[in-house]
């Protein structure tokens, strides 16, 4: 079938479904689902009736002969992504899809938020190979509500092929945003799709169980794509590590002994001839280690100060997320103001009994390197140095008990044969690898050969109610004993059943199930949140910073992982998967090791997940690099210079955030200039340099880009000639001197020039998220981000920051000068009364729904601080709301005699009948709203603004 036949039975399939435009007797899905609702776009395929998986995002980066799923075919691969996209202000929306490989359509309706202007389905023509054709869908919202984007895509041949769907929003005053990825968050998959992308999504970790619990004794045949290759665990010294006693105890019922676990009981169920093969299969791996005689050990004193040292590292460097707390904060951070519980949930990794397993120099050189000891162990590197190493040994040996003492002895030849035989009869040798036999063993050497197990059929042959998968043990027969569960069983019956649509499709390489597989299996979600998914939750509470960063959650917590393949560069991520690589050493929990091989995976899976091209591919270059030649323009040694100005302190004062290779910033232990070029994707780093807060909600890094201007005047405040330039910059930092303003490593006292200085460190009073804000005039601001007010003035100089970087850093900076106002303590503005008469409140704006959204700067320098109102239980992390009250504030100093400095507050609301209460002013400020003097005697003040224009606050501090 021609491209153009099968596109054009896509568009009488959109056609015929039901209509986009809902009408009186459609169900309008809410604009603000539940926290849990799935996020994200339903794709559909006509090559599979009933079949739907759900996406985080409508994109896709396939190569030639790749597909999205395992079960759909490459060549010709047709398909449909629909989602509800939640419009949360009015405005013109568009949708632009870029696409690579096929053809495509597109549609955006609304479903009952009106419409001024819909445009219909538009097609693109067919783009050349290795070429990006971009189409265009706009809606105008008259009113918040929800939008159905529609995507087909048909492709050509085999061939490779991307798609990408962004979005932007236009006339909504400050609501606007320029293009940008379309968020999960703000997508949801039709509710008619849900019942078959979640049974796909069963099958998936059915798929995922049988990859490994399964594959290993019955084999996938034309399946095979479908299961990641694994690497067979070495048990050749197993028995140096490992404890005879403990290891017999494991042979018989490893499930006794660890929750989950994949190994299943192969021994028999009679406890005494268990006993005796478990015996025999010891002697035979004791034979590998030792050769002809086990070795004495001494019983081993565990140091309680190393164990203390050990127990800080396992719940600060990363342990705690895979193996969950041991003890309680306040025991581990010996600090009674943290909670004295452990606080509850299951380790996705479970210890399990490890009592009497480990002597503390083997469980030290394991820790240190896993993959070392343990070939082809699953564990990860925390690039624990000797010392962290015997550590954490000392404390896992303290919480378990160690491994008691053995006189030396020589092992029973017969048993160990024994051993070997029975090693290759019951099938070990399809997970393991071991030497057969040491010297003096009486064994020949060599590896044991692997052995299928007799009467293990191809997974397309189980019956899924028999054998492993059986419930009831007569039906089970002479199959290993698995510990399943009701779910686990019916999710490996998904698995299986996947397996006919997938070697009927011929099984193709699937880079994105494969990417979601190995998060999955490598437990990621552990300390990463993806698309709302995931991250340690109440264990949050173990991420520390290794100095008190100017940062909140971002100094102490792994990053969030949405959109990360189309953020970071290929080699830089799988440098960070592989080798740990870390642009944050601030933070405590540590990257694990995973190896080349799985970094490279995750390099381009993640990429492919954002309709991305590797970054490192020269053939994709021009998709990701858009690289500008301006003919007869500035050189790009020129435009590098001119970057290096807009980091400094005479244009962005960037630097005071930022550190410059091994010297540090003046403030904010920022990320590290001379890493951008090789760490971030160009095309991503100007978005967000545009709209910080559209990429990271809460962040505290100013926006210089307001309406297609900057607020800074070189290259004449021309934003894209100005994030060009810095770009360049990055380029070549590393080879360049360090931008204006970078500490030289004297004493740090930060003088304010002609313009305001805008400054994050920690303060005395607005604490370790501080903004101080330096004027001309010499009267200085601190304001607190957490909190989220003002906190005080000063006169004077302005700050000495050397004790932020001093000796471990993490100090306060000092506010020279003289504190001439404080402010009372809570919120300026509330949306609830104080109930019951109590007084207005004094504990944070966060706790009485003020999200702080961050500062943007005027032209003069001058900051604008912004934050929304929302009902108290708003989570602080959520995304701006047009449903919320907007504020911006700004406290200029008064050239009037008895005004000390004026706070200008402007409040914008969604709507009208919204009641607002001011804190009460002390006797040094008077307060005016829209210009004029509010009545005498009202504590707290009401004011009930207008939606149709911005009401103004001015409070006269005197």
């Not at 039906?475 to 649509?501: K, V």
Request: hydrophobic share 45%; net charge neutral.
């Amino acid at each position: 079938m021609s491209l153009a036949i099968r596109l054009a039975s896509f568009a009488i399939a959109l056609a015929a479904s039901p209509p986009l435009i809902a009408g009186a007797s459609e169900a309008i899905p809410p604009l603000a689902p539940a926290a849990d609702a799935p996020r994200g776009f339903a794709l559909t395929s006509p090559a599979r009736a009933g079949f739907a998986l759900r996406l985080d995002a409508a994109a896709f980066a396939l190569q030639e002969g790749e597909s999205l799923h395992p079960g759909l075919p490459a060549r010709d691969l047709a398909v449909e992504l629909v989602g509800d996209v939640d419009c949360a202000s009015a405005g013109d929306y568009a949708f632009l899809l870029d696409c690579e490989g096929g053809a495509a359509a597109l549609s955006a309706a609304p479903l009952g938020c009106g419409s001024g202007g819909l445009s219909p389905t538009v097609s693109g023509r067919r783009p050349a190979p290795g070429e990006r054709a971009q189409l265009q869908a706009s809606v105008t919202v008259a009113q918040p509500g929800r939008v159905r984007v529609r995507v087909t895509f048909a492709r050509r041949d085999a061939e490779r092929a991307a798609l990408r769907l962004d979005w932007q929003l236009s006339k909504a005053g400050a609501a606007s945003f320029a293009r940008e990825p379309l968020p999960s968050r703000a997508v949801a998959p039709p509710a008619e799709h849900e019942s078959a992308w979640r049974n796909e999504e069963r099958a998936a970790a059915g798929r995922q169980l049988l990859g490994e619990r399964c594959v290993q004794c019955h084999a996938p045949e034309a399946a095979a794509n479908a299961f990641a290759p694994r690497a067979k665990l070495d048990l050749s010294q197993v028995a140096a590590r490992a404890d005879g006693e403990w290891l017999a105890r494991w042979i018989a019922d490893p499930s006794a002994l660890k929750r989950g676990v994949a190994m299943p009981a192969l021994l028999p169920a009679e406890p005494r001839e268990a006993a005796a093969s478990a015996a025999d299969l010891v002697a035979f791996l004791q034979s590998t280690a030792f050769g002809g005689e086990s070795p004495a050990h001494v019983a081993e004193a565990v140091d309680a100060a190393q164990a203390r040292r050990g127990r800080e590292l396992f719940h600060t460097v990363g342990c705690v997320a895979c193996h969950g707390p041991r003890e309680a904060p306040a025991t581990v951070f010996g600090d009674e103001s943290f909670a004295r519980e452990v606080p509850a949930g299951v380790a996705p990794v479970a210890l399990g009994e490890l009592r009497g397993k480990w002597r503390l120099a083997p469980l030290a050189a394991y820790l240190r390197d896993p993959a070392a000891a343990r070939p082809g162990s699953a564990m990860p590197s925390l690039a624990l140095d000797e010392g962290e190493a015997q550590a954490l040994a000392h404390y896992v040996v303290q919480q378990f008990g160690g491994a008691p003492a053995r006189e030396s002895a020589l092992l029973d030849v017969a048993a160990v044969a024994r051993g070997k035989a029975r090693f290759t009869a019951l099938g070990c040798a399809n997970c393991h690898e071991v030497a057969s036999g040491g010297e003096g063993s009486g064994v020949s050497g060599g590896l044991v050969e692997a052995a299928v197990v007799s009467g293990g059929p191809p997974l397309a042959k189980l019956d899924a109610r028999r054998g492993c998968l059986a419930e009831e043990a007569a039906s089970a027969g002479r199959a290993p004993r698995h510990a399943l569960d009701g779910e686990t069983r019916a999710t490996l019956r998904a698995g299986l059943q996947s397996l006919a649509a997938i070697a009927t499709a011929g099984a193709p390489s699937a880079p994105l199930e494969r990417g979601r597989a190995a998060f999955a299996e490598q437990h990621c979600a552990a300390c990463h949140e993806q698309h709302g998914r995931g991250g340690p939750g109440a264990w949050g509470v173990y991420f520390r910073s290794r100095v008190e960063a100017d940062l909140g959650d971002e100094g102490r917590m792994a990053p969030r992982l949405d959109g990360v393949g189309g953020k970071l560069a290929s080699p830089w991520l799988a440098r960070v998967v592989g080798e740990g690589a870390r642009a944050r050493p601030y933070v405590a929990t540590r990257m694990p090791r995973f190896g080349a091989p799985l970094g490279e995976a995750f390099a381009t899976s993640l990429a492919a997940a954002e309709g991305e091209w590797r970054s490192d591919a020269t053939s994709n270059a021009g998709s990701d690099t858009d690289l500008r030649v301006t003919v007869g323009g500035p050189s790009a040694e020129q435009r590098a210079l001119d970057g290096r100005k807009l980091a400094g302190s005479g244009g962005m004062n960037c630097v005071t955030c930022h550190s410059f290779g091994d010297r540090p910033s003046a403030g904010t232990p920022g990320l590290d200039f001379t890493q951008f070029a090789t760490r971030l994707r160009r095309r991503w780093w100007e978005r967000y340099a545009l709209a910080p807060a559209r990429f990271k909600p809460g962040t505290r890094m100013p926006r210089y880009f307001e309406e297609g201007a900057s607020t800074v005047a070189l290259l004449d405040g021309d934003p894209a000639r100005q994030t060009d330039a810095l770009w360049h910059w990055f380029e070549r930092a590393g080879a360049m001197p360090a931008p204006e303003g970078v500490p030289t490593g004297e004493r740090r006292v930060l003088a304010v020039g002609d313009r305001p200085v805008v400054f994050r460190t920690f303060l005395a009073r607005a604490g370790n998220r501080g903004i101080a804000i330096g004027t001309p005039s010499g009267l200085h601001f601190a304001f607190d981000a957490e909190q989220i007010r003002l906190c005080e003035a000063w006169r004077g100089d302005f700050l000495d920051v050397a004790p932020v970087w001093e000796g471990r850093g993490g100090g306060v900076a000092v506010q020279l000068g003289e504190v001439v106002w404080s402010a009372a303590a809570g919120p300026l503005l509330l949306l609830e009364k104080p109930g019951g008469g109590q007084p207005w409140p004094w504990d944070s704006g966060r706790a009485h729904g003020v999200k702080f959204l961050g500062y943007r700067i005027e032209p003069d320098g001058t900051p604008v601080f912004e934050w929304e109102l929302r009902g108290g239980n708003a989570p602080f992390d959520a995304p701006p709301s047009g449903e919320a009250v907007k504020v911006e504030e700004r406290f200029l100093p008064d050239p009037r005699p008895d005004v000390l400095f004026v706070r200008k507050v402007v409040i914008t609301v969604p709507r009208d009948g919204l009641a607002l209460w001011v804190q009460p002013q002390g006797p040094r400020a008077r307060l005016l709203i829209g210009g004029m003097k509010p009545p005498a005697g009202v504590e707290p003040l009401i004011v009930t603004p207008s939606a149709s224009s911005p009401l103004e606050l001015l409070i006269e501090v005197r």
